[in-house]
């Protein structure tokens, strides 16, 4: 047995529809290891459980896998905003958020991120950065004047299949904005900030009040 796999068997099920919702995104979608999974579905879900969030933000659907986890946690009257820019996945989407519990929870938004948010006047409680790492820091601008001050910022591949602490080429434009990123962050005293070395790295950053 692995460590993954003993881990898996000592920590809540994902559910079933959950599961089946990873089995479908690995059957009819491309790239089907970008979604969140198991392990960290979980984490997600108790976060949002701790933080107990009323506004959540989502840059980077893909298939709702951590969509459908953070909902799972929300407290009552919360809701969750998605964005996703690749238009192909809207039909797969709305099927798996439609068929859930928690479909009045969520709200899907079909373009940029950075594009149509900005349009938006919500104030943030939690936001899960998770789209086009060659972006983080853009995120990261746009979203820290629309956080809740004590509201959290969550980034996903913050370490970026471990590439983040090489000397990375000029046009590996993916490393670059990761450790763009991660420096402006770990700079910032705004924020407080953690790594957790979970899957392919996720910082948890605190919004000082
Ligand atoms: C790693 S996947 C997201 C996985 C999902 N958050 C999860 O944990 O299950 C990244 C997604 O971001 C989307 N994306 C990339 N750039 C984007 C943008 N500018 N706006 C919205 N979505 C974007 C991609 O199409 C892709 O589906």
């Given at each position: 047995?692995?460590?993954?796999?003993?881990?898996?068997?000592?920590?809540?099920?994902?559910?079933?529809?959950?599961?089946?919702?990873?089995?479908?995104?690995?059957?009819?979608?491309?790239?089907?290891?970008?979604?969140?999974?198991?392990?960290?579905?979980?984490?997600?879900?108790?976060?949002?459980?701790?933080?107990?969030?009323?506004?959540?933000?989502?840059l980077g659907?893909?298939?709702?896998?951590?969509?459908?986890?953070?909902?799972?946690?929300?407290?009552?009257?919360?809701?969750?905003?998605?964005f996703e820019v690749f238009d192909?996945?809207?039909?797969?989407?709305?099927?798996?958020?439609?068929?859930?519990?928690?479909?009045?929870?969520?709200?899907?938004h079909i373009g940029d991120a950075l594009q149509l948010l900005r349009q938006?006047?919500?104030?943030?409680?939690?936001?899960?950065?998770?789209a086009d790492?060659?972006e983080?820091?853009a995120y990261?601008?746009?979203?820290?004047?629309?956080?809740?001050?004590?509201?959290?910022?969550?980034?996903?591949?913050?370490?970026?299949?471990?590439?983040?602490?090489?000397?990375?080429?000029?046009?590996?434009?993916?490393?670059?904005?990761?450790?763009?990123?991660?420096?402006?962050?770990?700079?910032?005293?705004?924020?407080?900030?953690?790594?957790?070395?979970?899957?392919?790295?996720?910082?948890?950053?605190?919004?000082?009040?």
């Amino acid at each position: 047995m692995t460590l993954d796999e003993y881990i898996l068997q000592h920590i809540d099920a994902e559910g079933d529809y959950l599961h089946a919702l990873w089995r479908d995104t690995q059957l009819r979608l491309s790239y089907g290891q970008m979604a969140s999974g198991h392990l960290q579905g979980r984490l997600l879900k108790m976060l949002v459980q701790m933080i107990k969030p009323l506004k959540v933000l989502e840059l980077g659907t893909f298939s709702g896998y951590a969509t459908l986890s953070m909902a799972e946690g929300l407290p009552e009257g919360a809701e969750i905003h998605t964005f996703e820019v690749f238009d192909e996945n809207e039909d797969f989407l709305r099927e798996w958020f439609e068929g859930s519990a928690y479909k009045d929870k969520i709200h899907l938004h079909i373009g940029d991120a950075l594009q149509l948010l900005r349009q938006m006047e919500e104030q943030w409680d939690l936001a899960f950065i998770d789209a086009d790492k060659r972006e983080y820091v853009a995120y990261y601008e746009m979203l820290l004047p629309m956080m809740r001050p004590g509201g959290y910022i969550l980034a996903d591949n913050t370490l970026w299949y471990g590439r983040v602490v090489e000397k990375a080429r000029e046009s590996d434009l993916q490393t670059r904005g990761v450790q763009a990123f991660n420096d402006l962050v770990a700079s910032d005293n705004r924020v407080e900030k953690v790594i957790l070395p979970l899957r392919d790295g996720l910082t948890l950053i605190r919004v000082k009040a």
